[in-house]
């Protein structure tokens, strides 16, 4: 009789089991995070959202002499132009204790960097970006899933291709790291190209005052980069309602921080532009565009210098980045970092 029972016991188990067999499977590689030292994975966007939301809102333990990591992510249309200067950058501080990179770039372009390179086997599996549309937001939150997924990383940077350090990296992850605040910048626009992008289709989970715009290029600590890849309550309605001229990298992460966190942001950014010859892109730098007394006056070591507010104090170091640099601006650049820069 025990026997019978035994046999009718697994058979029953069996039937129960066999249909959900792939559903099994399906929840186990929802469960399996893609390894922190590479992010060479299949998983969907989905799976990689939910992965980097479940990680620690603050850093782990770590050893007193190991410091929190930067993670640099740079979102690019194709390899990382300014590469050698970024590696002069790297290399420069002895050691990647102090940051991780993260490269978005065209899907099927493959970046090709020796092993001794900072950017080697550091590209995240990639979807097709166009100017002014969400899906260039899609690609920030796929970099800022992969970067989460490394529990040494506290702050996280976005960079384009044509970005350049204006400090080492030594000034800029103590900036950053010892930084009260997230730089994400904020501010109420009332004209056609701020509040006239609002539509109602926001209503009510965003409404008119609460509209935000700000720069793209964003820095922000662990707590709220969770945040923002978990969000699923303001990203929706942005995806839906923010059509151009809506752009949501324009609008979103200003708009939402602005509701949830308003006291963890600086309201500003540590990426200077040049918006002085108007338009709706920033001037571009070339290679005749680059000088000592150019790089010295970024740098803020002439002329006359930025202003704004660091962990409450007044302070004229404000930009640890600056773009658009040109393709041709890099062997300038190279001749210069050293004396002007620092690395």
């Not at 035994?6 to 099994?24: K, R």
């Not at 041709?328 to 820069?341: E, G, N, R, W, Y």
Request: aromatic share 12%.
């Amino acid at each position: 009789m025990a026997a019978t029972t035994t046999t009718h016991a697994a058979s029953l188990s069996f039937l129960l089991a066999a249909p959900c067999a792939e559903e099994v499977k399906e929840v186990e590689r929802w469960w399996a995070r893609p390894a922190a030292r590479s992010t060479w994975h299949n998983i969907s966007d989905d799976e990689l959202l939910w992965a980097a939301s479940f990680e620690p809102r603050r850093p782990g333990p770590r050893r007193p002499s190991a410091p929190g990591k930067v993670a640099f992510m740079f979102l690019t249309r194709g390899p990382p132009r300014l590469a050698p200067l970024w590696e002069r950058f790297f290399n420069g501080s002895g050691g990647t204790e102090l940051f991780s990179v993260y490269v978005h770039t065209t899907p099927g372009y493959c970046l090709d960097f020796p092993p001794s390179s900072p950017f080697h086997r550091w590209q995240v599996p990639s979807k097709a970006t166009r100017w002014g549309e969400v899906s260039v937001v899609d690609a920030e939150l796929r970099l800022l899933a992969n970067a989460l997924l490394d529990l040494a990383n506290e702050r996280f940077v976005l960079l384009s291709e044509s970005c350049i350090p204006l400090h080492p990296l030594p000034a800029v992850h103590a900036y950053l790291t010892r930084s009260h605040h997230s730089f994400v910048q904020a501010f109420d626009d009332p004209s056609r190209l701020g509040r006239g992008r609002y539509r109602i289709g926001f209503a009510p989970v965003v409404s008119l005052p609460q509209w935000r715009k700000g720069a793209q290029w964003f820095e922000m600590d662990r707590r709220l980069a969770v945040f923002v890849v978990a969000d699923v309550q303001y990203y929706p309605r942005f995806r839906e309602a923010c059509l151009p001229p809506c752009y949501v990298d324009e609008h979103y992460l200003p708009t939402v921080l602005t509701i949830v966190a308003p006291g963890e942001i600086a309201n500003r950014s540590v990426t200077w532009v040049d918006w002085s010859r108007g338009g709706s892109h920033p001037a571009s730098f070339g290679a005749g565009d680059v000088g000592e007394e150019f790089l010295e006056r970024l740098a803020g070591k002439k002329g006359e210098k930025e202003r704004c507010i660091y962990n409450g104090q007044p302070t004229n170091l404000c930009s640890l980045f600056a773009r658009k640099f040109a393709p041709s601006a890099l062997q300038p650049l190279l001749d210069l970092s050293t004396k002007i820069l620092g690395y």
